[in-house]
């Protein structure tokens, strides 16, 4: 039997269409993913000014953005290549985050006020579009948004 990794919005639609078969008729999957990507919008958007992060109800923890320093070792094991300078220079150039003194901020999911059993095997992933609005916002607004990375256990 196939294990399904990914709950997608096309399976919160089809689960809240059975349990409400009187507005399933008048709100369509369109309406529907519109509505819950306003919400996501307008809660990852709080979080950017917001320290603590995002609470979750029912006990699914908080998820918010950590800044750690970066580990810069000789053989560049952990360093990203910059494609952009590489190509033009002819030669491997990584990213060092100058803009950020050597930090790399990071999506994190808190799970350890979870109330939930096997935490483990969920996962967070922001999609790219957060990944980049979050980059520019670490570029251009240098304020302390984030927490430390020590503070999450």
Avoid at 71 to 82: C, E, Q, S
Avoid at 92 to 105: A, E, F, P, Q, V
């Amino acid at each position: 039997m196939r294990v399904k990794l990914d709950f997608t919005t096309s399976d919160a639609y089809k689960i809240w269409k059975k349990q409400n078969p009187t507005l399933s008729d008048k709100i369509s999957y369109k309406t529907y993913k519109g509505l819950i990507g306003d919400v996501n919008n307008a809660a990852i958007n709080d979080m950017y000014t917001n320290l603590d992060g995002i609470k979750f109800p029912f006990g699914f923890g908080t998820i918010n953005i950590i800044k750690k320093k970066m580990v810069i070792t000789d053989d560049a094991k952990y360093l990203r290549p910059n494609w952009a300078l590489t190509r033009k220079f002819k030669k491997i150039i990584y990213h060092l985050n100058d803009h950020s003194n050597g930090y790399k901020m990071r999506w994190n999911w808190d799970r350890t006020i979870s109330k939930y059993k096997h935490k483990k095997l969920f996962i967070f992933d922001a999609i790219r579009r957060h990944d980049r609005d979050l980059a520019k916002l670490i570029l251009n607004n240098h304020q302390e948004f984030y927490i430390q990375a020590s503070k999450v256990y």
